[in-house]
């Protein structure tokens, strides 16, 4: 089955960190664009980090110095440390991959395999 599953959400204390995992099965992961998006309570969904099959790395403004993304090939995943959490990033969190492409890595629409969420809470 071709599938991709997120996980590593939870609850943490603003400031705190998290790391988030995208595992894929039944594809290789390394061959795709792989983004992190989150949607809260009543907002749309936002793309918040990308990492192209080449390695190439981007991040939303509201995360850039404070999350990294990366893959480990060996595992077929694709991590988000997120460090400096901020009550705003509340949110579920979904992993989703794509082949190459030269849209916008934001267009949702694009993507191919999503992971069904996990949810990431920063509250005191």
């Known amino acids: 089955q071709l599938q991709v599953v997120d996980s590593g959400g939870g609850l943490v204390q603003p400031g705190g960190s998290l790391r988030l995992s995208c595992a894929a099965s039944?594809?290789?992961?390394?061959?795709?664009?792989v983004s992190w998006f989150r949607q809260a309570p009543g907002k749309e969904r936002e793309g918040v980090s990308y990492?192209?099959?080449?390695?190439?790395?981007l991040y939303a403004y509201s995360v850039e110095g404070r999350f990294t993304i990366s893959r480990e090939y060996a595992k077929n995943t694709v991590y988000l440390q997120m460090n400096s959490l901020k009550p705003e990033d509340t949110a579920v969190y979904y992993c989703?991959?794509?082949?190459?492409?030269?849209?916008?890595?934001?267009?949702?629409?694009?993507?191919?395999?999503w992971g069904q969420g996990t949810q990431v809470t920063v509250s005191s």
């Open positions: 990492i192209g099959y080449s390695g190439t790395t």
């Open positions: 039944g594809f290789t992961l390394g061959n795709y664009g």
């Open positions: 989703a991959a794509r082949r190459p492409s030269r849209s916008s890595w934001t267009d949702h629409r694009q993507y191919d395999y």
